[in-house]
């Protein structure tokens, strides 16, 4: 079975701080690691895959297979970056369902 | 393109109807997917759908769900009879193989 951890339901940092989003998976075969992010009663958009390993508005996340985690990253909060975000895997080179996390709230306070 | 297209945007509804969901997918996408949103649960994959067939039902919670396509452009989630605890918000989204899903802007259901 899989599983998406994402330990904080609720994140809330100023304007201009450092943003970390983290996530942790369960997997046990290849897996491939996405961020979606959901702007207020917006639909579901791609902000970054790990295959990709580009940098889009700012963050980044770097998957570690060690510790099984694919943690998000911002080194300068911005007031749009809130938003919810939800961390997603699906099996390698799969063309099934994502599995997603619960989703972390993240408000960024002026 | 207007990207994927769910209607209705909200439906409130009584206890014992039946809701109807539908999704019209990206042209040319070949996967679509129906997803729930709650705030208990977040986002459960319900099924999905490749080359408009279906291939993993296992998170169709009941026999009161079902999901049909019965062409690439069309899908339709529906609940008989609905209850109070079906009231989210359902995400139709779809892709091509292995890329990126994506995701229209969601149905809000609410079953007094």
């Known amino acids: 079975a899989q599983r998406v951890t994402q330990p904080e339901k609720l994140l809330s940092v100023f304007k201009g701080a450092p943003v970390e989003l983290k996530c942790n998976y369960s997997?046990?075969?290849?897996?491939?690691l996405f961020w979606y992010v959901q702007y207020s009663r917006q639909r579901l958009q791609l902000l970054l895959r790990?295959?990709s390993r580009e940098s889009i508005k700012g963050f980044t996340a770097d998957l570690n297979k060690g510790e099984t985690s694919f943690h998000l990253k911002k080194p300068f909060a911005q007031e749009e970056d809130s938003a919810m975000y939800y961390c997603?895997?699906?099996?390698?080179?799969?063309?099934?369902?994502?599995?997603f996390g619960k989703g972390t709230h993240l408000i960024i306070q002026p | 393109d207007a990207g994927v297209i769910q209607s209705p945007r909200h439906e409130v509804t009584e206890m014992g109807q039946e809701v109807t969901l539908r999704c019209k997918p990206i042209?040319?996408?070949?996967?679509l997917f129906w997803y729930r949103q709650t705030m208990m649960r977040g986002l459960e994959l319900l099924i999905y759908?490749?080359?408009?067939?279906?291939?993993?039902d296992s998170g169709m919670p009941e026999d009161r769900f079902s999901a049909k396509m019965p062409n690439a452009s069309f899908s339709t989630l529906k609940i008989q009879p609905s209850e109070p605890r079906d009231s989210a918000v359902y995400f139709c989204g779809g892709g091509i193989n292995t890329g990126e899903l994506f995701f229209g802007e969601g149905s809000r259901l609410t079953v007094l």
């Open positions: 997997y046990s075969g290849s897996p491939e």
């Open positions: 042209s040319g996408h070949n996967s």
């Open positions: 759908f490749n080359n408009n067939v279906p291939i993993d």
């Open positions: 997603a895997l699906r099996r390698w080179g799969g063309a099934d369902g994502l599995t």
């Open positions: 790990h295959i």
